[in-house]
């Protein structure tokens, strides 16, 4: 059998890169079903995920000062 620890998530990537003056970030979730992605959906992970990177900036301009 495959262990599973109940979460449908296998996988993120995190690619930070320049993109002019500004640096662009891509979060890449990879899932092992669609089922399991559409039930992490159901459960507000990308609402979560969205209010996650919206603070970003907050945070690293924090970190700089």
Known sequence: GR???????????IDIEAAG???RTILTTH?????????AIATGVA??????MAQM??????VAA
């Open 3 to 13: 262990p599973s620890d109940g979460n449908s998530m296998t996988r993120m990537e």
């Open 57 to 62: 900036d907050v945070l690293l301009a924090e």
């Open 21 to 23: 003056d500004t640096t």
């Open 31 to 39: 899932f092992d079903s669609l089922e399991g992605m559409e039930q």
């Open 47 to 52: 609402e979560g995920m969205k209010v996650c």
